[in-house]
């Protein structure tokens, strides 16, 4: 069973009995599983038609990019709920009303905010910075194109990972796990935009989403060789249905003793990776540029999981920090 120590503290992993206990947490944490640009809509109303009903959990709207503001089913599960009976018959009732029953998605969520001044109130704060004027003009908007899906879930499972592989996009996963040393709770979680950090950072810094079209990825020797070299692909990296949209290029980074970012290649494509829920992307068009090395050496400069920037910035910058401002 895992466990975490924090503090010296041992906390042991405590699942959750109910759905209804595990969505109280997801809504009590929402901002660090979705984003903090994001608006949580708790409501639960049936969509679809006869052949198809579903009842979602909640819907998203994601003001990252408040150009392109975006709108997500949300569907809570816990994971001793069968995958294949159950949690992928849903995502594919929710996959078939996005398409159906859209007119009709709009107009709970229009009855739905009306109903909730609070929501109401944090949705109106983001509408200066977009074209719409009024809530009615967002919800036409988002409901006219792509309506994404997000689980979030306890366990990821193989078997998960594999039903979902069936979709041609496949829903993002979020992780919500609750430990506990007597009373006190604490949380793991991996959450819905694995790139969130990055880009996050620099809006807050700057006032303004960053496009990212770039993913930097850290490699030891043997690694760059077999995958990077010789299979043209890296693979087992964890992407969320914005970054798999926007992503046209991968860079590496030679771990130490060489600690530089010098090949970079255009992304072919993207496919699901085994059963993992992860993705592997197949290169083209490998290139090489001045050796980009690490500047002051400062912690947090170096990448170690997979980092987002521009090609731009990758062509330009002199040391790695200047990718991540």
């Not at 903090?36 to 109303?45: A, E, L, P, Q, S």
């Not at 499972?157 to 979020?174: E, G, M, R, S, Y």
Request: glycine share 4%.
């Amino acid at each position: 069973m895992a466990r975490i120590i924090l503090n010296s503290s041992e906390y042991s992993l405590y699942d959750f009995e109910t759905e209804a206990e595990f969505e109280k947490a997801v809504i009590a944490n929402q901002k660090y599983l979705f984003g903090k640009d994001t608006v949580y809509i708790d409501v639960k109303r049936r969509i679809g038609r006869d052949s198809h009903l579903s009842i979602p959990d909640a819907f998203l709207l994601d003001f990252y990019d408040t150009k392109k503001p975006q709108l997500y089913i949300v569907e809570n599960e816990i994971a001793s709920h069968d995958v294949y009976s159950h949690i992928s018959e849903q995502i594919v009732r929710f996959g078939t009303s996005t398409i159906t029953s859209a007119n009709q998605i709009r107009d709970i969520l229009i009855r739905a905010i009306e109903c909730k001044a609070d929501t109401k109130k944090e949705i109106e704060k983001y509408l200066p910075q977009t074209v719409f004027k009024t809530v009615t003009e967002l919800m036409l908007y988002l409901t006219e194109r792509e309506i994404r899906i997000v689980v979030v879930i306890n366990d990821v499972t193989a078997d998960l990972n594999l039903a979902f592989k069936i979709f041609k996009n496949p829903p993002d996963i979020v992780l919500l796990q609750r430990f506990m040393c007597g009373e006190d709770v604490s949380y793991y979680y991996e959450p819905m935009r694995e790139e969130s950090e990055d880009i996050e950072k620099i809006k807050t810094k700057t006032g303004k989403p960053i496009d990212f079209d770039t993913v930097v990825c850290a490699a030891f020797a043997d690694g760059f060789k077999h995958a990077y070299l010789e299979q043209s692909a890296w693979w087992e990296i964890r992407l969320s249905q914005q970054a798999r949209e926007k992503l046209k290029y991968l860079a590496i980074y030679e771990k130490l003793p060489i600690a530089h970012i010098s090949h970079y290649a255009e992304i072919d494509r993207i496919e699901p990776y085994k059963d993992t829920g992860k993705y592997i992307l197949f290169l083209k068009n490998k290139k090489t540029v001045k050796p980009i090395k690490l500047g002051s050496g400062k912690k947090g400069e170096a990448p170690q999981a997979p980092r987002y920037t521009t090609l731009n910035k990758l062509l330009n910058a002199t040391t790695i920090g200047e990718l991540w401002k």
